[in-house]
């Protein structure tokens, strides 16, 4: 692609060029949402006519499935003694991509982040400063493809370096930072700091040092353009002390350059009226189809198939942020009801998994569970629940809402991050303008969650057509990505247009 003419405040409509930089995507690897937004995000940019390249490191899944591939540069960067490798492919057909290649750091299969024994790569510091400064050579054109962006958009403390690499760059584009989740920060020892040859004025309060250890995820808070996280509440909840884990007093400092921006699906891919995946297709003119995916996951599941059954669904990690805890605290009492079944579906923290697995085996026609992960399992769950929990403590957008509200899958949420942003609850004045989509609780608690469950049954077992009414409301909810992209086109243009002058202090 030719070097477009540098983007000026005079037009608006101006096509930018982004670099959008990111740890994960889909659907060449995928350990979370931010691989659902770098898969999505880019090409739907890319269809409204803007210039966007996708930069990864070059795992070796990712080179795989990314074939055919070409070397498109030689790197030679700060910190690193051997030559690194910028590979160009298209993804999808139309979507550049350049994989930063350095095979003693990334040539290793699975997770990218954790080894066999599920522990964090103990280099993983060296890992993702050598990609930072990848993305930073592409960023200033020193990359031997003859184009620079105006902007580039950093996701999650993997990319946490950029911001304050180019800070203090001549002529550098602007730069935005998402925060996907505030948990993981990308957390390592003060000797990492000299290790990795960065700038000395970056080790300081202001910069990257937090309570003696250097932050990857605090680079990008502190001197990004712009920053933002994937949905308005989650925005507000991360300047708290409880959702800000020590870095709301820097989030508040800036939170006149902070907001939020939801996280769209893929319609085309998550599709009850044309999924591969599920038996029976159904939209929200043909709802009573939906049964018949309910009767096909109770026999897939191994639970009797019951037409009367409220069949409840999970697919998510086996993590306390989830609120799993919560449902497992739950699963004898739901067991001891007539005609309520459970189908799970994640992998994560061991106990979690045996619990689970014993659950199974002592309440057989109530509750199924699958361990591990199964993408087409997953779409069958969707298609074929009644209700579809998501207990979480925090949540900054999720997804698997969305997804169950297309699939006329009446979600049960905390009202938290983007849950609270998505799901409407059931009250009298919801259901009399007719905006209700699912069952809202608020304290992250087995009480409040059954209470939650307790009014979706009931209201499961009132007249057929007020459930239908509510399922199909959900069904009719737009949360694609071409609003969320428009919204993300305007943060650039915020960013290019004033960017910071110094370093936060």
């Known amino acids: 692609m030719d070097n477009a003419a540098p983007f000026s405040s005079t037009d608006s409509q101006q096509s930018l060029k982004i670099l959008f930089a990111a740890s994960e995507a889909q659907p060449l690897i995928k350990t979370g949402g931010l691989a659902d937004v770098a898969g999505s995000l ?17 795992y070796p899944e990712v080179v795989e499935r990314a074939i055919p591939l070409k070397e498109a540069a030689t790197l030679y960067l700060a910190g690193h003694t051997e030559p690194v490798r910028l590979l160009s492919g298209m993804l999808f057909g139309h979507l550049p991509l350049y994989l930063v290649d350095a095979p003693e750091l990334f040539g290793r299969p699975g997770n990218p982040y954790v080894g066999p024994d599920g522990h964090d790569w103990p280099d993983n510091a060296q890992r993702f400063a050598l990609f930072c400064r990848a993305v930073v050579a592409v960023a200033l054109n020193q990359a031997d493809q003859h184009w ?4 580039i958009h950093c996701n999650d403390w993997q990319t946490g370096l950029v911001p304050p690499l180019l800070h203090h760059e001549g002529n550098r584009p602007a730069t935005l930072f998402t925060i996907h989740n505030l948990a993981y920060q990308g957390l390592f020892d003060q000797a990492i700091f000299q290790q990795l040859q960065l700038p000395s004025e970056l080790w300081s309060h202001e910069g990257l040092e937090f309570h003696d250890k250097l932050s990857f995820i605090k680079g990008g808070l502190a001197f990004a353009d712009r920053l933002n996280t994937v949905s308005p509440t989650y925005a507000d909840e991360i ?36 999924d591969p995946y599920i038996h029976q297709h159904f939209d929200h003119n ?117 997804y169950s509200l297309r699939y006329g899958t009446v979600p049960i949420v905390r009202h938290t991050g983007g849950l609270a942003d998505t799901v409407v609850d059931v009250t009298a004045q919801s259901l009399l303008d007719g905006s209700a989509t699912g069952f809202v609780f608020d304290h992250p608690t087995a009480p409040a969650l059954w209470e939650a ?17 509510l399922a199909v409301t959900g069904m009719q909810q737009d949360f694609s990505w071409p609003s969320s992209a428009t919204q993300y086109v305007e943060l650039y243009r915020e960013a290019i247009l004033n960017p910071i002058p110094n370093p936060v202090r």
């Open 148 to 151: 620079q962006p105006d902007i």
């Open 453 to 469: 469950i307790e009014r979706a049954i009931e209201f499961y077992h009132r007249p057929e057509s007020w459930w239908q009414k």
């Open 239 to 274: 300047c708290t002390s409880e959702f800000g884990y020590g870095l709301e007093g820097l989030l508040r400092h800036r939170q006149n350059r902070l907001s939020g921006i939801l996280n769209g699906i893929d319609y085309h891919y998550w599709n009850p009226a044309a």
């Open 286 to 402: 043909t709802f009573e189809l939906k049964q018949i995916n309910k009767q096909q996951l109770q026999q897939e599941m191994g639970l009797p198939q019951n037409k009367k059954a409220f069949l409840l669904g999970y697919v998510g990690r086996l993590v306390e942020q989830k609120g799993i805890d919560l449902v497992l605290e739950l699963l004898p009492k739901l067991a001891r009801i007539e005609n309520i079944q459970v189908v799970l579906l994640g992998s994560g923290m061991a106990h979690f998994e045996e619990a689970l697995s014993d659950a199974s085996e002592r309440y057989l026609d109530n509750i199924a569970i699958h361990i591990g992960y199964n993408e087409q399992l997953a779409h069958r769950i969707e298609a074929g629940s009644d209700c579809f929990l998501m207990p979480s403590r925090f949540e900054p957008c999720g997804l698997n809402q969305l």
């Open 42 to 58: 880019p090409p739907t940019l890319r269809h409204m006519n803007h210039d966007i390249r996708l930069i990864l490191p070059a």
